[in-house]
């Protein structure tokens, strides 16, 4: 039988689509009810920014002190130096101090678009595991934590395990990060009293980790509660795109191309992403992801505005469709198009229109632009082009020129 929470936050998780699996359901609920509940999620510092594959964890935050309870984001400014092997086939390139704290500082930017924080009752709390990480003994940390760990247990987690079966190299670094992210829930039920981690399917046996461990030795009922790992409907991982990665920070992915990504958005997955990914109430999603036809494209537009408005702001949401319509109904330039500046020295022997697509970021290797041009998916100022060796001079970018790739994706070359 289904469960039906009596908390407001479950209900949420549950009906919106987040819960993949959970710890103790029934107890959580209870503890929800009774009083305000601070619950983590933890960020490893690997990049610059955050990006959409983050976006479900942090609405789900989101989700928490929406409905009176305490969102924790945690930083791994220690376990980053470490790095997840979970469900990787090889060993995460090593970060400098300088280049995880830079990369904190990019990822910062974003949660406050998403989560309030200050010194309410309620407010989130950001934190970073340096804190406590840095500070650790080796043997101190090896007799009073390290003891409570079972090689044989750690051995049989799934993320371990598939590394294994593989017969892929797990360095001794790497496996200590479970018990390092295990030991975070425990500092950080210590320190601010956090019932419940969350965080991807992925993370399932770390978070078991850390439940065990601080019922170990601080004897409390904590939980776990883990999200499903998306795939869209037709089995991409959620969060690719052809041009890489969607980055959640504007100088890295313009709120116009953010924008478009939604907007793109296959029409079996409008009303899961709605539910997912906005505000809106649930009845509205599933009414617009049931549209058919033509009017399936004006819920994704709802989509589409709704994820930027959250992000980049309600202006930077009109703009870009503003320039959606200038571009796809008016065929116009549109002047939030992602911008390409080359410089005279780039053009002076001249470019061939194939590698002006690669620089444009519209295809990945001169190859792929040469397929593009002769299948006729590509154009030039809304014309086809035909003629990949057409070699580009200065004198053609004296005003912008607009590329197209297919029939969504476009950029402006302009010579600066």
């Not at 409570?148 to 892929?168: P, Y």
């Not at 295990?182 to 320190?191: G, M, N, T, V, W």
Request: aromatic share 8%; charged share 20%.
């Amino acid at each position: 039988m289904t469960y039906h929470p009596k908390s407001d936050f479950l209900n949420v998780v549950m009906e919106r689509g987040f819960l993949a699996d959970c710890t103790d359901l029934q107890s959580l609920d209870a503890a929800l009810v009774k009083g305000v509940v601070p619950a983590y999620i933890g960020y490893d510092a690997t990049a610059a920014s955050l990006h959409v594959g983050h976006l479900l964890n942090i609405m789900l935050l989101r989700w928490l002190q929406k409905t009176g309870h305490k969102p924790i984001t945690l930083m791994g400014g220690g376990t980053t130096k470490v790095g997840d092997p979970s469900f990787r086939a090889d060993e995460r390139p090593l970060l400098s101090g300088d280049q995880i704290n830079a990369n904190i500082a990019g990822m910062k930017q974003v949660f406050g678009r998403y989560l309030s924080y200050g010194d309410a009752p309620g407010a989130a709390l950001m934190l970073n595991n340096a804190e406590w990480l840095d500070s650790l003994n080796y043997l101190d940390f090896l007799r009073d934590i390290g003891r409570h760990f079972s090689i044989n247990r750690m051995l049989s987690f799934e993320s371990v395990k598939s590394r294994l079966d593989r017969e892929q190299s797990l360095s001794f670094l790497e496996f200590n990060y479970m018990i390092l992210q295990a030991y975070d829930f425990l500092e950080i039920h210590r320190r601010h009293g956090c019932l419940l981690q969350m965080g991807g399917s992925d993370q399932w046996g770390n978070i078991i980790n850390g439940i065990d461990l601080t019922r170990r030795i601080a004897d409390h009922e904590i939980f776990g509660l883990t999200t499903p790992l998306l795939t869209t409907s037709d089995g991409r991982k959620m969060g690719k795109s052809q041009g890489g990665a969607v980055w959640l920070r504007g100088d890295m992915l313009s709120p116009y191309e953010f924008w478009q990504f939604w907007r793109n958005t296959t029409d079996a997955d409008v009303g899961r992403f709605l539910k997912l990914y906005t505000d809106l109430p649930v009845e509205e999603c599933e009414r617009l992801g049931a549209l058919g036809g033509s009017e399936i494209n004006a819920a994704k537009i709802v989509l589409a505005n709704a994820v930027t408005g959250l992000l980049h702001g309600a202006d930077a949401a009109a703009a870009a469709e503003a320039t959606a319509r200038e571009v796809f109904e008016k065929g116009g330039v549109g002047e939030d198009l992602p911008r390409v500046t080359l410089t005279v020295a780039d053009v002076a022997d001249g470019i061939s229109l194939a590698q002006l697509f690669v620089r444009a970021g519209l295809t990945a290797s001169g190859k792929e632009a040469k397929r593009l041009i002769t299948e006729g998916g590509a154009r030039v100022n809304d014309e086809v082009a035909t003629d990949a060796g057409q070699v580009i001079r200065a004198s053609a970018l004296a005003e912008p020129m607009k590329l197209t790739a297919g029939r969504k994706r476009h950029a402006l070359v302009v010579l600066g």
